[in-house]
């Protein structure tokens, strides 16, 4: 390549967009006389990152009105609040969706479903008054209001909600929600404000350089050992037949990782228009090629690429996604080897895709501790033939319980007393389409719209059944990003990382504890295009919506149309399924888990 | 990759969807095809519209006729369809109508409407009796080698006392439509005894085709081995082509005519066994005792009671209410057989002189219509009768009255034409036109009885007649009576008083009458049994054994073509195969030579029985078919199966 | 719950051919014992094709609607396509020949002739058209093909104006009023849309490689673009014909469908009524 003429411009820095312009030297110089900031040594930030400047642009000052929710179970943040005065609640117990203003999932019946078809409104974007707006017929009490310029969102009866649950309450100096920020993790409780209080939001960035400071790292370090690594440990499936003991030494002897950036999806859209070789090549390196193996790197959330050097560039042979390992056939072989045997090297390079979050527990720990109670089966091919002496006998009951056991740390995992396989990664025939689906985050999706185009006949009606059960709106475009037989549909993919759900300031977007599915919940959907901005594959629309005669919803204040967030959402309630789907007569569109290659390739084998 | 919002619109300007506009199209089409649909029904009859097919062509060249309306409702009872009938059939009277009534309607000519429905058009006792025959005839044999094959087959769908027509004929498949395929599984579907193929299965026939009941009797054997090479040292060879040439049409005629066929050998012998003939009347010889009280009797015929009283006569004389008793009793119509002794005796020979001259005086005075009035008396029909009435001149027996009876003492107008004294010359008629004089027998009987007695007076009327026949009498004098009808007809014989008819070679109408009327007497009837052992008539009967039945058959019946019979055969088809133009091929006469005659008796027929192998060489399923209807038919009457 | 579970297609399609094979062969069983004992196999064939008639209309009921689990709508296609082809042999057993006598019956025949015909094509274009399609580049979705016409005529119109250089100018405006606009502005013609070609693609393309010779270089530069232009509103017309035949013979198909079961219903109750 040649080099252009170059056209001298700013370095973008760290803190071009703070969380809050709002935020003045005042502001800051007051928060720094209050704890734990007053405590925080100053000489450990690097200078570029002074405790200030994280202050000024990492946080934001809140103030809550009692009766508010600030953060709510299973949804998805990335900051943490530190209360400054006042009390909060941390809700034990899980609170009802109808007592956040979601409308709870339910099954819709054969009549209400034909009612609904034929009630189909002739105009786009119809919702009832109730739909609307959750104040509607809420009497004087509203759910939603402003609280300074931001709309929050209350619960009704709060002191009856504090009588009838267990609450922990918070005070001034403790913080919350660190560790969904950190890891990419659902909230874990609701928190509601008890009185007026005041609070920080801490976004993760800044988070991750308070960690500078000793002690408030080690307050986080222990807090998430002891309550957390376990949990997350637990949760992989190749431990599930750990006895207790040696669990606990993995667990002290494992260290937690984070590589690159967790806001991904706005990187994405940059770097998706790159060369596939450059965007290999932005991507943080965890682990090198050839390198001696020292650790096995199990994803705790977030997504890897596996490649290997391939010519001039890396070529992907798999990606990873939570819970699977990086190295365990190294490692593996490695610890299984008789002397006579020159330990092998790292085979491939584990690179993070936007973010990704690694336990990593050393080879030592691992040989000893976690290497005899793995299934032979579930052990590499490689390692296999050398485990003999590594056999050791496990009872029916022992597995009963670990099933048990498993099964509760793992919603989402397969049967357990299958094998595991692929948990090395995911891979398909075909380099290119794995390429593809990496390049294009399509490893994100869930419940991702794949049409194989060799069977569509183009008719639409999926779009059109689509349109019939969301009373008249189709919920996705039959268009998107193909890849030779394969179309990958702009349909909501119901991501196994749901950025959408970050930022939204009511829990309108929320993501159903058992099946998965992200919806939108729209009496408390505020339309503030939060989620719409934040999804990668723009596969949520803001509607302007309309009662049933077609007149537009405005604001009573501003005079500004209503607009709703609208999206797939899996036809839930509907016990047919999704209806494009069921809708497909040539079997050519189906909703599949990408994060699996399983799926996919099996379906593609089908079809061959 | 475009922003294009959820609802996949792009601007404001509303374009319809294709499933708007294929909404539109929809209607459109349903609209055009509905008004399509009552435009049709509009221009064209429904009969017409709603005809799922072309009728074959017979029954369409029927109904090409019929007003239109009429087309569908001569076969379908329920066809109307007016809006209203369609509502309507549950209050229908025609609702016992069934379809296969409406077929009867024209079929009732060839199949008996009674029997119609009936499986094979026969009532369930026969079939039941047939059932039976054929469970214990295939229990005998241990033949009845069937296969699997025919176990398949299902059992009927059908009742077989109601089979409607259209089980097998199904109409509306086009003009060439076979109305007649029939598979052999449809035929066997009722039969509790199933045959597979031809040759392994089919049950044995015994005697057929021979011993059908030819109406000739003839035999092969001994006209091929004895009589044709006796004949005139060989003169004639025995070919079967003589008597059975192929007709017109391809078909083997059944018999040749007798002129063709049987007149070299057999005229002479027949104008020999013909001799005096038959005659009318012949007076006996009574004794004089017995003819005291009786008239005018001739002399010549007076002294013993000998004579036998004709067949002819005793019929006639039977007819008479004071005779019939008198006639029965004489045995075997020999007088002379009566004992003299019996004090009866004179008695019934005197009533039995005054018979016969009240028959001839009857037939004298009122001609044809005596004979039939005495034929219907005993009831017999007079109808066969009539050649011998027309060519009976009652002249003729006017004539030998006269001749015959002398008397002078009559009383009343009834003997006047006997009291007129005659001549005793011998006087024969046989001119045909008088043999025919219809002229005469119907003023005869138009005519009052005191009309015939005035004309009869009128001697100018009378006398030319009288004068030509006396002189014919005397030339002809010398010659036997008989002889004077050579080429046949009825003759006075003035020696024998008798009236006699001598036939006239093969095939004479008037012996022909004389048999079928006689057979129509009882069967045990001495009378019939005498006419029949006469050898003129037996030279009739012993060929035509058929002529004694009721109603007589003189010819043989073409049996290919016949309706009524179960199998049926031609001889047309078989014939194109050069194999079989030999006819000895299928058909062979046993060696009289080397059979004694009681076996020769006992196997039924002088051919070799037909075996079923040798139908079965070229009838299987590849070569000539073994389809039951190939030869067998399914509408028989009662008898054609026996 | 894993959907990737089930046979393969190719499995799928072996079971059901022999499943319909197997009950084609039952039914023509029946037939041939009902016809051997003189019973009316047209009523039970009659029936059945009525009743297979009414299966294969329920694909249609399925497909509207959609907001009720009775299954999936791949589902009932693969079973109206069984029922498809079942009921055609069923056809064959019911009638005496293939395109009956009468007036009503034999346009019943043509009828069902044609809906079987159709949804045979219709098979066979649903398998094989759609890669054409794919081939293709750019999966245009049916509604916007014609906003994606005027586009492309508008960036036409834009690449034409761009021109600077006067000679350049003269040529390809020449050109472009003669040749390009009318086939950039118009749609395509029926024939076209009939039997799609490259003919049109060919002559358009080659034509203006021809003008290479009276350009330079920033008029080629347009050319090249108007050149890229032509093969984009070419495959546009080929997705758009493709999509549309895909499109009308559903439509076709259906509409036959209905009037035949229409017909069927008034050809049963005629025989019904009019039988023995």
Known sequence: MDSPPTIPVQ?????????????????????????PFNQMDQSAFPRATPLSGILRYDCRLHRVEPGEVIVREGDYGNSAFLLITGNVRVLVDSLTDRQLGRQPARAIGWGEALSRFLRRSPHPETRTPEQVSINVGGGGHQSIRQVDDRPAIFLQDIEGVLRRHESVSLGPGELFGEVAAMYRSPRTATVIAETEAALVEIRWQGLRILRRDRRFADTLEQHYRRHWLPVHLREIPLLRYLPEENMQRVIEATELRSYGRMEWNADYKKTRKLHPADQIASEPLVVDQGQLPTELIVVRSGFGRMCVRHGAAHRTVAYLGKGHLFGIEEIAYNAMRPESLRPI???????????????????EVFAAEVLPHIRKSELPESARSLQKSFTEKRTDRRRVRSEQRSEAADRFSPDPSQDIEHAAGVSFESTSLLEFIVQHRLNNGREA???DLHRCTRCDDCVKACADVHDGNPRFVRQGIVHDRLQFVQACMHCSDPVCMIGCPTGAIARDQTTGVVSIHDPICVGCGVCAAACPYENIAMAEVVDRKGRPYVDEKSGKAIRKAAKCDQCSGLTSGPACAAACPHDALVRIDLSESPPLSDWLEKRS | MPAVDAAGSTGDARVRTWSGRRRRWTVFFLICASLGAVATLAIMPAEQLFKPGELSTPHAQILAGAVAGENCGACHHQAAFSLAAWFQSASDPHAAVRQSDLCMDCHHRTIDANLALAAHNLPLSVRDQMTETIRLASKRSAAGSTGLLPRLIPDAAVDQNDVACRTCHQEHHGAEGDLLSLSNNQCQTCHSKRFGAFADSHPDWKGW???????????HATHQQTHFPSWKSGAETFDCSVCHPAGPTGELVRVASYETSCKTCHDEAMNVQAGKGIAFVA????????????????????????????????LMLRADPTVSRIVRSVPGGDVSRLSIEDPQTIETLSRLAKGYQALIDDVDRRGQSAIQERLMELGISPGPFQPVLRSLSPQLLESAGQKWFTRTNLTGTQSATIARPRPKIRLVLADDDDLLGTELLGSSLLGEPGDVDALVEDPLLEDPLVGSKDHSSTVMSDVPPSELVQVGGWYRDDQRFAVSYRGNGHGDPVMVGMIETFAQLAEHDPLKQRFFRAPFVAACVSCHPGATAIPATWRAKRLVGQRSAFTKFSHRPHLSVSALGDCSHCH??????????????????????LERESCAACHHANAAGEDCTQCHRYHISDGGLR | MNRSQGPSLRTRRLVALLVTSVVIAIFWGTTRRETSRLGMPAFFTGFTLLAGLFLLMLLGVRRRLPF????????????????????????????????????LEGCLSILFLMVTASGFYGIYASRTLPKKLTAVEGQHRFDRIDWVRNQIAAAADTACRQISETSAKQVLETFYQQALSPFFVSRPTLAYVIAPNGNRRRRLLGDLKELDRYLEEDGRRVAGQLAALVRRRDDLDYQFAL?????????????????LLAVSLIHMVIVLRLVG
């Open chain 3, 68 to 103: 009720w689990p009775l299954g999936s709508v791949s589902t009932w296609t693969q079973i109206h396509l069984y029922v498809g082809v079942f009921t055609t042999a069923i056809y064959v057993l019911h009638v005496p020949a293939l395109i009956a006598g009468g007036v």
């Open chain 1, 345 to 363: 090297h790292y085979q491939h390079s584990l690179r993070a895709v936007g973010f990704l979050d690694a336990l990593s527990i050393p080879i």
């Open chain 3, 243 to 259: 999509q549309l035949r895909l499109r009308c013979w559903v439509v076709f198909h259906s509409l036959l469908s209905l009037v």
């Open chain 1, 449 to 451: 719209m794949v049409i």
């Open chain 1, 11 to 35: 370095r973008p820095s760290r803190w071009d967009e703070p969380l809050d312009a709002s935020m003045t030297d005042a502001d800051v110089a007051w928060l720094r006389t209050r704890g």
């Open chain 2, 283 to 314: 007076l006996p010889s009574l004794p004089p005792n017995a003819l005291n009280n009786v008239s005018g009797w001739p002399e010549d015929a007076t002294g013993f009671a000998d004579g036998v009283i004709s067949p002819l006569a005793e």
């Open chain 2, 209 to 219: 085709p021979y011993g059908r009941g030819g109406e000739l009797s003839f035999n």
């Open chain 2, 588 to 609: 062979q006469v046993r060696d009289r030579q080397t059979m004694r005659d009681h076996e020769f008796v006992f196997a039924g027929s002088e051919f070799k029985a």
